[in-house]
């Protein structure tokens, strides 16, 4: 076998080694393009098509490359040629890397188009030169532009890396590429397909200088590239890469020390800024003096137990959690049963099929009820038609009264600002400093959205989402009580100290009816302070005492029914009190 036969058939293995990496000075053959031209599909007669794309690279001072592209275009018909340049890439999640296209120009020695216009896309900017006309057959358009970012440092060296021709979208014949150099090229090498493909060019070497690297192409389909790569010498041109910050959600969210600090000092100011609102505005007044003595320690002793200065219970519910709410409804409809206003009669569920009551308004003068007390006896004893009646179901509460509970709530409110107990009602102070967290909130979410869309702040907006979060959610503890209103309030914790204890003090001078007494009394308060089940057990024994006590002056059972049975009565009714006034839409 000759040495030239050799060498043929040792020519495709060079090439497939060049494919992977930087070659030294070298010259490929052929082959591979006659490989690519028998690949290739067949053409349409009178298609556009690029007949050579020849591209001159020159690489200058500062990495500035200046290029000269020379197209030979058959038209078919149109009057544009259109080329698309990878001009970004995402090099991170945070970064890409950037190649500037500039002074692009066209020109056209034999009347191709010559008008330039650009229009960038995500990562591409797309190239089209237009003419004036329709135009056929063969035309020639040369091409210019300054390119910057396609060198970069690798190494101790430098590296010319661009897809000099192709992002056409018609199949290309043939495509050339020279890179000319003032200095000695150390390596060429060059890749044919797809952006990022590693399949060798057909051809690429060095002239006999070594200062001009020569690199093309046969048959290219749409959207394909011819990427060369040259190695230079230290200094050559001192380009670097371009590099961009990527704006993106992580950017925008990005944690630094600027960021970060900037978070911290106005959760700092923001958070401190609520801490003072609700010390300022919402802390409860320190009782002074001797209401402070006479507030810090229970007021029940031995046998003088008593409500708080007469404090009704709805009153007590209302002081304690700063709402008018459903247990302290529940509480003032048994306190009316209790102070002769209203019978609760238990019906008999073995005739009735189900558990009910009725509640029966007895004739007794309204002269000593306060607003709300009036205001809830009206609403049970009022009618859907508005008619009044003398008694209603319990089961034919819900629903049926909600304006009036509107009303009932309100006027409770007012009365505990009325008592002097709270500056301004609660609930309006609840709804201010809501609604203004609410708008904090808002604000915070448009200032990050804001922020996000176009610094790297957003953070920042954040701060300001949790500030108005915290204030929202901590305007519910903003009423706060006079000092009137907490010195009631600490007498309200020894009576409920006393009601949990659940025990009536014994003796001689303590009757058993006097004990119901004393039971019926305190229980409504038992209802707001969530102790009814221990406290209505002290009436069993007072019941086995009292002579014909089956019955209690203000609740009546079924037959058969005595105070031994209360306990587990007056836990059922307040329960189904407070779910039948839940169904209405005042609560």
Same mark, same amino acid.
């Given at each position: 076998?000759?040495? #030239? ?114 229009? $960038? ?32 440092? /690798? ?65 290219? #389909? ?9 190695? /230079? ?45 609700? /010390? ?159 708008? /904090? ?8 959205? $804001?922020? $996000? ?15 108005? $979060? ?118």
């Amino acid at each position: 076998m000759s040495a #030239l036969a050799a060498l043929c058939r040792l020519r495709p293995v060079v090439l497939a080694l060049a494919a992977g990496s930087l070659l030294p000075l070298a010259t490929g053959a052929p082959a591979a393009a006659d490989e690519r031209s028998a690949a290739a599909p067949g053409r349409a007669a009178g298609a556009e098509r690029v007949l050579k794309d020849d591209v001159a690279l020159a690489p200058g001072k500062g990495g500035v490359i200046r290029v000269k592209e020379t197209i030979v275009y058959q038209f078919a018909g149109g009057s544009r040629l259109q080329r698309t340049f990878p001009t970004r890439s995402h090099e991170s999640i945070t970064q890409d890397r950037v190649y500037e296209l500039g002074s692009l120009r066209a020109t056209s020695p034999d009347g191709g188009p010559t008008r330039v216009s650009t229009s $960038a896309g995500d990562t591409d900017t797309t190239v089209k030169v237009t003419g004036g006309g329709k135009l056929t057959g063969a035309h020639t358009v040369v091409l210019e532009y300054d390119l910057r970012g396609a060198i970069d440092q /690798l190494g101790s060296a430098e590296e010319l890396r661009w897809p000099a021709a192709g992002g056409w979208r018609v199949p290309v014949d043939e495509a050339t590429a020279t890179v000319d150099a003032t200095a000695m090229i150390r390596s060429v090498n060059c890749f044919a397909g797809p952006l990022k493909s590693t399949i060798g060019c057909t051809q690429y070497y060095t002239n006999h200088a070594h200062t001009q690297g020569v690199y093309s192409q046969r048959e290219m #389909l749409p959207g394909e590239y011819l990427t060369v790569v040259a190695g /230079l010498p230290p200094g050559t041109t001192g380009g670097h890469a371009i590099y961009e910050r990527r704006h993106t959600v992580a950017t925008a969210f990005s944690v630094n020390a600027v960021t970060g600090g900037v978070l911290l000092g106005l959760l700092a100011l923001l958070g401190g800024g609520v801490a003072v609102l609700y /010390l300022l505005r919402g802390r409860d007044a320190r009782v002074v003096g001797k209401h402070a003595a006479a507030g810090d320690q229970a007021p029940v002793v031995g046998a003088q137990f008593e409500p708080p200065n007469g404090v009704r219970p709805g009153q007590i519910g209302t002081l304690i959690d700063e709402q008018a709410d459903v247990i302290d409804v529940t509480a003032t409809i048994v306190d009316l049963a209790v102070r002769g206003y209203l019978l609760i009669e238990e019906e008999d569920r073995a005739q009735t099929g189900r558990l009910d009551w009725t509640l029966r308004r007895l004739d007794r003068p309204v002269v000593d009820l306060l607003p709300y007390e009036r205001i809830l006896l009206d609403a049970l004893m009022t009618g859907r038609d508005g008619a009044p009646r003398d008694a209603v179901k319990l089961s034919e509460l819900g629903g049926t009264f909600a304006t009036k509970l509107a009303q009932v709530r309100a006027a409770m409110y007012d009365d505990v600002v009325k008592q002097g107990w709270f500056a301004r009602r609660p609930d309006t102070v609840r709804s201010r400093w809501t609604v203004f967290g609410i708008a /904090l909130t808002v604000l915070g979410i448009a200032a990050t959205v $804001a922020l $996000a869309l176009t610094t790297e702040w957003a953070l920042a907006g954040l701060a300001l989402i949790i500030a108005g $979060a915290a204030l929202a959610y901590g305007g519910q503890y903003m009423p706060a009580k006079t000092a009137r209103g907490s010195t009631v309030l600490a007498h309200t914790i020894g009576f409920r100290a006393f009601l949990e204890r659940g025990a009536i003090p014994d003796g001689e001078a303590v009757a058993s009816q006097q004990r119901i007494a004393l039971f019926s009394r305190f229980l409504p308060y038992a209802v707001v302070f969530d102790v009814v089940g221990k406290w209505a057990e002290t009436v069993k024994d007072a019941g086995e005492r009292a002579e014909g006590a089956d019955n209690l002056y203000w609740y009546e059972g079924p037959a058969e029914w005595d105070l031994s049975n209360f306990a587990e009565s007056m836990r059922t009714f307040t329960l189904a009190t407070s779910g039948s006034i839940s169904q209405s839409r005042g609560l």
